[in-house]
Every structure is written in C-alpha cells, then in structure tokens.
C-alpha cells in the first residue's frame, strides 16, 4: 500500500511564526503536491514538485514556499503565519495516473 | 485550462435510495478524471478513476461512473445508499501523467444519508 505520512495533524501557531509541515511518501514517487482545503472552495493547490529540488507554483501560492531536498520528503513552509492560512493542509504523492493523500494536518494561526 | 464543477454542495438521501452526485468537467486534451470520498477528520480516498479506458468504471463501495464525453460529465452513482457513505466527494481532473500535472478538484460535495 502506499503511504503518504503528514507528520503533524494538529498544530497551533501564533501570528507571525514560521511553520513548517512535513510530508513523506514511501514509495519513491517523483510528484509530490500541496493542497489547502477549505469550506466551500475544495481543495486547491498551492506547489508541487516533479523532482527533487524542482518546484512549480500552484493556484494559490502566496505567503508560502516548499522545499525538496530529497525525493521522499516534500516540505510546505509558511515563513510568516496569518490567521487567513488557518485550514487543512493536504499533502499528496503520485505514482502513473493516481495521486495519494496523507491525513492532512490541520493548522490554527492564532 | 481545466476545470470542474460539481452541482449540488450537499445531497440527500434515504437509506437504500440510488446516490448521483453529478460533476462536469473542462479539458482541452482527453481528461483522466477522479472521483475521491472523505471521511471526516480524514484525508482523501481513491473511489474511482478514468483513463480513457472503459467509459463505465467500478469503484470501491459500490460505487462507479460514467465518462460521457459528448455531456463532458463524469457522474458517481451507487444503486443504494448505506449509511456509511455518508462523507464527502470530490471529483478531480488532470489532463494527464505527465511530469507535473496536478489533479484539478471540484469544491465538493456532501452526502448525507438518513434512515
């Protein structure tokens, strides 16, 4: 089974804190993405990467960035959190035609 | 540049009764389309897909779709209704499996299931 791990599931942040959220596939898969969802607006991309070190802006990439050092591991960074970043975060890794989703790791900024 | 809609944010149900959650989509190129249920609390969960294979595809729980190219629409049916499809559903494009192509997704919408 392919495994798609978000490490934290709930966190809460203050207002102008760097936050980190950390994504891992096992299953060495080149595409990696982050969506956000939100009520209402399903779910929308905001960065995926083809390759290690190689990332492509979504449709909402404002006031984030992400980093790929290694093919496992895709990084969403939020390098000054806002309350209006407060939602789900979806990670996903894709192997041919389907993409796989972690758990998501609900954010609060505060 | 693709898109999809999904018509009806919340359906209703009864127990037993057919399910269609309805989802049209836009592409420029022949779409793979996908349809995903989340539980609550939970991430998303691979239902069904299409991939210019056959155009009635079966997917888990019963659950399956038709790829009507002339209505670009992808709808989910199940026969009957189970209280635990209560959840919500999500119906994804992407224009293919390339490097780089992402899924496009609908805004969702809720099932609700009643006895």
């Known amino acids: 089974d392919v495994k798609v791990t978000q490490s934290s599931r709930y966190l809460v942040k203050r207002t102008g804190e760097k936050v980190f959220l950390e994504c891992v596939q096992d299953?060495?898969?080149?595409?990696m993405f982050w969506y956000r969802q939100d009520p209402g607006l399903g779910l929308r991309l905001i960065y995926f990467?083809?390759?290690?070190?190689?990332?492509e802006k979504g449709d909402i990439p404002e006031g984030y960035s992400v980093s790929r050092e290694k093919k496992e591991r895709f990084s969403l960074i939020l390098e000054s959190a806002s309350t209006n970043q407060t939602s789900m975060y979806l990670c996903?890794?894709?192997?041919?035609?389907?993409?796989?989703f972690g758990e998501g790791s609900w954010l609060t900024v505060v | 540049a693709q898109s999809v809609t999904q018509l009806g944010s919340h359906v209703s149900v009864s127990e037993g009764a057919l399910v269609l959650l309805r989802c049209n989509y836009s592409s420029s190129v022949p779409p793979y389309l996908f349809w995903y249920v989340q539980y609550p609390n939970q991430g998303l969960q691979l239902l069904l897909k299409y991939t210019s294979a056959a155009t009635l595809v079966k997917g888990i729980n019963g659950f399956e779709a038709e790829f009507k190219k002339s209505e670009t629409s992808f709808h989910l049916t199940k026969p009957s209704a189970h209280m635990s499809d209560a959840a919500e559903y999500f119906c994804a494009v992407s224009d293919g499996a390339q490097a780089g192509t992402a899924l496009i997704f609908g805004k969702g919408t809720t099932l609700s299931v009643s006895s």
């Open positions: 990467s083809y390759d290690v070190k190689m990332k």
């Open positions: 299953m060495d898969h080149e595409n």
């Open positions: 996903a890794s894709r192997v041919r035609n389907t993409i796989y």
